[in-house]
């Protein structure tokens, strides 16, 4: 068996308040399809989610089911906090053929277990939860009234335990340990996926008390005209001279994930560079004085805006998002945003990473937060300069 998280208690509690939730909604199924959720409401950790699986989780108060791929069924006697049996496998005949599909064998078992007339929520926008898997479960449950559960569990994902603030903290020391190796590694010459390759051994092994996961993100690393564009991927190019390099770095313990961006400077900064790194900074340590409980994501943006405006700068994309539990290919939890017009009110437990990205025609910079709400102000989670780093 591998070590749960958490004890069974805090999983026994998020239920709670899920069922709660469902109640008000008068939903009286819920199938998970989102696999960060999957993990919170189960602890099912496995790379199982590229063949579909869900977790069911009823009204009444009994452990849930986790249904996937037959094969993957083990990974949940060894992962899950529920009983053995409630970790089920579709058949291998079902797997990815055209004339069956795994949602029909699931909608199958649910009409078997009774619940074929239920008032069904189903999270509808997750990412491995596709138009055919719907369509299929919909034909399967003909008498039921299938709902929209989409965020029903981000929401309560989103206000974290002492627990989970713990495991964001771990995340938070792997963090700065990556930035620390790709702040050594990177120098003109290099090959930046030979950069990546330190990087991704600092995400994992850099703390001798706990392993570091995979992160949700993969690593970026924008140098040169490449830091235009905020998620170009790395290759075998060389660094350069005289370039800015935009890095885009995580650390996740127990897939508890902490973000942190950060901008290098190979040789001397132009002046363009020095005057935006000012402006991004200042609006930067404004978040940070801003943010507390009670004040809402898009008044927090706005703090943000304030500040760039003196500067002549503007940015369009939000500047931030609650970050959490993390499975690729995402790590925010799609429900607090930092922008204009979001009117979710911070609380303490929140945590949301706040990027201040600027991208100019041939070059970029990037600065980055985990910010952790608290009772009556914020904390930054990562411990780390935020200036721009020059290595000549």
Known sequence: MIPLPFPKDEYKARLRRLRAEMAERDLELLVVTDVANQHYL???????FYTPQVV????????????????????????????????????ETYVQQTDRHPM?????????????????GVETEAYYYSAKAHERLTEGLPDARLLDGNLIVNWLRAKKSPAEIAYMRKAARLAEATMRAAYDAIAPGLRECDAIARIYAAQTASQP????DITSLPPTILGGANASAPHVLWSDRRFGRDETVALELAGACRHYTAGLARTMQLGKPPQAVLDTAKAVLEGMQAVVDFTRPGVTGEAVEAAWRAVIARHGLKKES?????????????????????????????EPGNTVHCILGIWMADWGMEVSETILVTERACECLTDFPREVHVKS
């Open 209 to 212: 008390d706990y392993a570091g």
């Open 56 to 91: 069911l989780v009823p009204v009444e108060d009994e452990e849930p089911y986790w249904i996937g791929r037959a094969m993957d069924a083990a990974g949940g006697r060894l992962t899950v906090w529920m009983d053995p049996a409630r970790s089920l496998g579709w058949p």
């Open 104 to 120: 029909d064998w699931i909608a199958g078992w649910i009409r078997d277990k009774g619940w074929g007339r239920r008032r069904i």
């Open 42 to 48: 189960t602890a099912f950790d496995s790379w199982s």
């Open 318 to 346: 939000r500047i931030g998002y609650a970050i959490g539990i993390g499975y690729p290919p995402d790590w925010g939890e799609h429900t607090i945003s930092l922008r204009a017009g979001d009117k979710s009110v911070l």
